[in-house]
């Protein structure tokens, strides 16, 4: 039996009239210029720069707390053939944070590949983080690296961090996850983070692998102010940071940086500079949109952090030629698939639980899996997230450890979810053993025997900080859209001058009403239909994904009066470009009369 969902609310964006105004008279399309005026962008400047920044504007790296410092312990491992190890994050941010460092490292300040030792720790043998097991398996390692660089990790390792140090390993940390309140961990060599509150780095917004990125570009260019060295520009390391910045949901609106780094990284892709990016090429959109990074390369990359090692991806990210490539991509495939079953099945169990939670007027839910699996719970919160508009955590027993529960959290607009936890823990610091995280996601790990009254702190932390018109499933549109307009030439014009789309810079949805004209069940399982309606006189056809269970009746009806939410969209089919249009919410209504 399917679990019974709240319907959304629909409410238009706010829109910025100076902002407005502004792309008016820069010339912008009047619906392109309301667009971004509904998007949070905090610099004041032009249109154009807003949305197609260059790499020349980027911020520069050594407004970066500890940067020098860190670029010279660097330049004196390069000299000094030390043994240098990659110790990153298990999600895709980490990963391309990975590919980042080996390949900068290796290629373009030409390391030695036997004086780079990689560790990624197993999500769900070793945990989180630069875990006591990922140090302890650097100690063993052989020949040992004196020199370990985090990335997409490591601000809250102090302890592992001090172990290294005891036995004469350096850790420089890079990393973009909010500072403990305990400050950056001390035994680190350096710590490059934009969040640390003495850094002049003024956006915060970006992800753990344009912090590596930083790092590796600060150091080419000290070598060749230094030295007069001809090294390559490591833009061509941005694909991999495009994708990372993406599938790690940064904001693409208020970051400068993000949106440069995107943009040009995507077309990098599209030109297949990689092996990696001429095996997955045929299995997305033609041109490649931002979309094809967040909901098919990135899935496809977690789904072997989430299931295995995350080395797969890594190779598959470095893979030497096209064979390799394409026998990675077939791994990932395999993987992904596994993962998405897990997922459905999780998710499902995790709804039902919400819906029970919700019913009682919890604002947070805090859902307990006994058989859950701890690399999908991110996806399955996320999803109930979005399906009931309510922070959500999921937890399940630690495979090692089972009276220690592993939990991943998703926030909602408006709550900061690490300061949730860090309040949670300040009120009994014997509730949590770990956490970290931001604003809209966060890891955490709690005893077993102290779930249910975790539950009600958390609950009593939430409704001390967000009030009840904050929560409840929402869907932000930029109001009504005349079918008049909706054409090919105007959609390719909406996509080429928005994208990159993300975080913060959704692509845009619209509303209307209409009679429905025809209903075509689609799809093996006949779940997704194909609507045809009638609006303003104007026919109108758009695909409706997942508008029902397979057992379920469909919930609409030919010559039924809606209102509809859809997201106009291009298709390319045997080289011919066509629209494609998705509905992503459709109700019966009584049509509006005037």
Same mark, same amino acid.
């Given at each position: ?8 609310k629909i ?7 100076k902002?407005?105004a ?8 009047p ?5 971004i005026?509904a998007?949070?962008f905090?610099e ?9 920044p ?12 500890d ?15 030390e043994?240098?190890?990659i110790?990153?994050?298990?999600d ?7 590919a980042?460092?080996?390949c900068?490292l290796t ?21 989180y ?6 140090a302890k ?5 052989e020949?040992?690296?004196?020199l ?13 961090i001090s172990?290294?140090?005891?036995e ?9 996850? #909010? @500072? %403990?309140?305990? !400050?950056?961990?001390?035994s680190?060599? *350096? $710590?490059?983070n934009p969040?640390?509150?003495d =850094? ?13 990125w930083?790092?590796?570009?600060a150091?080419r ?8 060295? #001809? @090294? %390559?520009?490591? !833009? ?5 940071v *495009? $994708? ?6 940064? =904001? ?11 943009s040009?990284g ?14 997955i ?6 041109p490649?949109s931002?979309?094809d ?9 977690? =789904?072997d952090?989430r299931?295995?090692c995350a ?7 470095l893979?030497?030629?096209d064979?390799?490539a394409k ?12 993962r ?14 919400a =819906?029970?939670q ?9 859902i307990f899996?006994?058989?859950?699996h ?26 090692e ?18 300061n949730i ?14 956490f ?6 966060a ?13 009600q702190?958390?609950?009593t ?8 018109d ?7 549109t ?13 959609v ?15 692509p ?12 075509t ?11 045809g ?10 695909v ?22 859809f997201?106009?969209?291009?298709q ?10 998705q509905i992503?919410?459709?109700e ?6 005037f």
């Amino acid at each position: 039996m399917s679990t019974k969902l709240p319907p959304p609310k629909i409410k238009q964006r706010a829109i910025d009239e100076k902002r407005q105004a502004s792309a008016l008279e820069a010339g912008l399309d009047p619906v392109l210029a309301k667009i971004i005026a509904a998007r949070p962008f905090l610099e004041e400047a032009p249109p154009h720069e807003l949305l197609s920044p260059k790499l020349k504007t980027l911020d520069a790296p050594n407004k970066l707390a500890d940067m020098d410092k860190a670029v010279s312990r660097l330049i004196h491992a390069l000299d000094n053939n030390e043994v240098i190890g990659i110790e990153t994050d298990h999600d895709c941010d980490g990963q391309t944070s990975h590919a980042v460092l080996y390949c900068a490292l290796t290629e373009f300040l030409g390391h030695p590949i036997d004086r780079v030792r990689s560790y990624i720790g197993h999500r769900l043998k070793e945990g989180y983080g630069l875990s006591e097991a990922v140090a302890k398996r650097i100690l063993k390692d052989e020949p040992r690296p004196s020199l370990i660089i985090t990335a997409d990790n490591g601000s809250s390792d102090e302890a592992q961090i001090s172990l290294l140090k005891k036995e004469g390993i350096d850790v420089i940390v890079t990393d973009h996850h #909010e @500072i %403990p309140v305990e !400050g950056i961990p001390a035994s680190a060599y *350096a $710590v490059i983070n934009p969040t640390r509150d003495d =850094s002049d780095y003024p956006d915060h917004c970006i992800a753990g692998c344009m912090v590596a990125w930083l790092f590796m570009a600060a150091t080419r260019q000290q070598l060749v102010n230094q030295r007069g060295k #001809e @090294i %390559p520009s490591l !833009g061509a390391c941005l694909d991999f940071v *495009a $994708v990372g910045t993406i599938a790690d949901c940064v =904001s693409i609106a208020r970051s400068r940086n993000n949106r440069a780094v995107v943009s040009y990284g995507m077309k990098l892709i599209q030109q297949g500079v990689r092996p990696c990016w001429r095996a997955i090429l045929p299995l997305v959109s033609t041109p490649l949109s931002s979309e094809d990074l967040g909901f098919k390369i990135g899935p496809l990359l977690n =789904s072997d952090g989430r299931l295995s090692c995350a080395f797969g991806s890594v190779s598959f990210l470095l893979a030497p030629d096209d064979v390799e490539a394409k026998r990675w991509v077939e791994y990932l495939q395999e993987q992904n698939a596994e993962r998405k079953s897990i997922q459905d099945r999780i998710t499902r169990l995790a709804l039902s639980q919400a =819906s029970i939670q919700c019913h009682e007027g919890n604002i947070g839910l805090c859902i307990f899996l006994e058989e859950g699996h701890a690399g999908v719970h991110g996806i399955s919160a996320s999803r109930v997230k979005d399906a009931f508009g309510r922070p959500t955590i999921i937890f399940c027993p630690k495979a090692e450890d089972p009276e220690l529960l592993t939990g991943s959290a998703r926030s909602i607009d408006g709550v900061h979810l690490r300061n949730i936890l860090q309040a949670v823990s300040d009120f009994d610091p014997q509730l949590i053993e770990r956490f970290g995280g931001h604003a809209g996601a966060a890891g955490l790990a709690i005893q077993r025997k102290n779930l249910a009254k975790f539950q009600q702190v958390f609950e009593t932390m939430l409704q001390a900080e967000v009030t009840r018109d904050m929560v409840g499933p929402v869907i932000w549109t930029d109001g009504e859209l005349s079918m008049e307009r909706l054409s090919l030439p105007f959609v390719e014009k909406l996509v080429c001058e928005l994208e990159p789309f993300g975080r913060e810079f959704e692509p845009p949805l619209f509303e209307a009403y209409g009679k429905i004209l025809s209903l075509t069940p689609i799809g093996q399982t006949k779940t997704h239909a194909r609507v045809g309606i009638a609006v303003e006189e104007i026919w109108f056809e758009a695909v409706w994904f997942n508008c029902r269970q397979p057992e379920d009746p469909m919930p609409v009806a030919v010559e039924d009066q809606i209102k509809f939410v859809f997201s106009p969209k291009l298709q390319t089919f045997r080289g011919e470009r066509k629209l494609n249009n998705q509905i992503v919410h459709l109700e019966k209504v009584l049509l509006p009369t005037f």
